[in-house]
DNA sequence: CTGAAAGCGCTAACAG
DNA sequence: CTGTTAGCGCTTTCAG
């Protein structure tokens, strides 16, 4: 026996029960509201749940033979960046609907925490799984699907499984940036964005690429591509006080990039959530189809900076 | 029994045991590291244990006698507000070092909903709460924190009982930012906020009243003081092609604020929460004390929009 | 309408 | 080094 236990922990359904001198069961069938029960009875039991402040133990119900654990995990680059926490938002309305409650860890786009987490959360019995993965292997997770844990993929498919997986059509939404820019009669386009790994910009980096496949690139770009939120900002600063800025479309739309004037390829975020726990929540309906991919649209939101026009001529010096 | 079952659920420690031939307890000991387990028995468990695809079942785990549980809950008014993102992102961090896990839900500021979410969480026996409140009533929760619940409020304390809290120091904050605009010599400042109940707005106002007592706020203010991200965003609209802006300073720091050239009253969202979490992993850790209140300082951010100084004299027409 | 018994998956205690 | 027993808090049969 341990020394300094604290004298009394929660209350169980049993002290309950006990105070107010009916059995285990009853007291269970009065918390739960079933019917069936006399009302004094209820009325006892529900007088001792409050005096001992009782809340039913949802993780010991859990753990019944056949029950369907009520958590969803969600595993994201970074919370604080809007256009993730906007989708952890679509995801966490479309699960309340469903009396899902919603377990995030943010992985600092670390494919080796995302797996610590990712088993973190199978541990823990989520009934489904929803990642934003930063990683390149997924195999651990087939074992996971064949056991019927529904796992769904957004923004960037699995490298070499195939599941459930909302992403973005970026490929439409950078051929449109380019030859809107290409319409405004720029020929020079330089693209930023990071060489990462990910799919995500992989396929926006290979669009830019086939749509200049005609540009001499050696003077300095007319117009710009941002492949993402942060770079599109972090252009802007670069840019600042620049006199002849290039034109600029960025992708993800952002908080004031109207006020800014910004042109973006734009889509809408908290959908995208929506739609990806929509594919879970099939899943542990019961669904047993295929795999699903599902593709969101992206659409040009004009707002100034992607309609500058490229100078005349060549002027290469001011 | 019904009908359609699904044929094998997730693998048990018994199926491990069984399959490789030892006790349960033997492979409970090999699958958690434990030592004194023969080196050969140890890899026969852990090959069964891959063959089924395994996990340990950390709910049942916890669920056993004085078995502290791992996840701590945090409600928050919206997910998607950068503010209450980067909050929850400072918790993460903090938490993660303690090997606890976040479980997040949106309040939707709605008292109602918050109420119900919090009910659920402790249903579900977080082992802490954190929460920033949108309720004016919290008795329910004394009841939890007599039973040693340890509840921390973020951002707005608690309307009727006591217990840790972390706030801004909204006094100061305003304050200075009225002070900073008196300065540049306005004396017809307005504010522009929500009247909402929550304390934190309140506290903002009543400071600007203070500072403002003395003043005539008949013609139109020559500067504006907006109480949050979200109201000067609103307002940063809102002036948008005035050709003669009045001065602006905002509470809260935003992405962007620094393009747009936007003095604020600053603070650090995710310092916030890391001292949140400190908070409660204190109290899971033992810590008996009464209860603590953190103030977190603020301080002015100068970008030009607060430094644009009052007109020579009150000329009411262009 | 109410209750007794069994057991979910796991680990602490206590033997061997 | 390994195994047996008991029990966490709850709900589900199945009987009263």
């Keep these: 026996m341990k020394p300094d236990e604290p004298v009394l922990g929660r209350p169980t359904l049993r002290q309950v029960a006990a105070l107010s001198g009916v059995s285990l069961k009853t007291a269970s069938r009065v918390l739960n509201g079933e019917q069936y029960v006399a009302e004094a009875t209820a009325a006892k039991v529900h007088a001792a749940a409050a005096q001992l402040g009782f809340r039913l133990n949802v993780i010991a119900r859990e753990l019944r033979a056949g029950a369907r654990s009520t958590s969803v995990g ?41 797996h610590t987490l990712v088993s973190g959360m199978l ?37 070499d499984i195939v599941a459930d997986t909302i992403v973005l059509d970026n490929t439409a939404g ?71 800025p290039p034109a600029l479309v960025g992708f993800d739309d952002f908080d004031l990039a109207d006020l800014l004037g910004v042109t973006v390829i734009a889509h809408d975020p908290e959908r995208m959530g929506e739609l990806a726990a929509e594919l879970v929540v099939d899943r542990i309906h019961g669904e047993q189809g295929p795999a699903r991919q599902v593709l969101l649209p992206t659409r040009l939101v004009q707002r100034g900076s992607g309609e500058r026009s490229a100078p005349r001529r060549a002027t290469s010096r001011a």
């Design 74 to 114: 969600l595993i994201i680059g970074d919370l604080s960046n809007p256009f993730y926490s906007r989708i952890a938002r679509g995801i966490e309305r479309r699960l309340r609907a469903e009396g899902l409650q919603l377990i995030t860890a943010s992985s600092d786009e670390d494919p080796e925490l995302e």
């Design 174 to 244: 950078a051929r449109e940036a380019v030859e809107h820019l290409l319409r405004q009669k720029h020929r020079r386009i330089g693209l930023v964005g990071d060489l990462s790994r990910l799919t995500t910009h992989r396929e926006r980096f290979a669009a830019f690429e086939n749509a200049m496949t005609v540009l001499d690139l050696v003077p300095a770009p007319t117009a710009l591509f941002t492949t993402n939120n942060r770079i599109t900002i972090g252009a802007l600063r670069a840019l600042r006080d620049r006199p002849d």
């Design 123 to 159: 541990e823990r019995r989520v009934s489904a799984m929803l990642i934003v993965t930063s990683a390149t292997d997924h195999a651990y997770l087939e074992v996971e699907r064949r056991l019927g844990m529904p796992v769904a993929f957004i923004d960037r498919p699995p490298a």
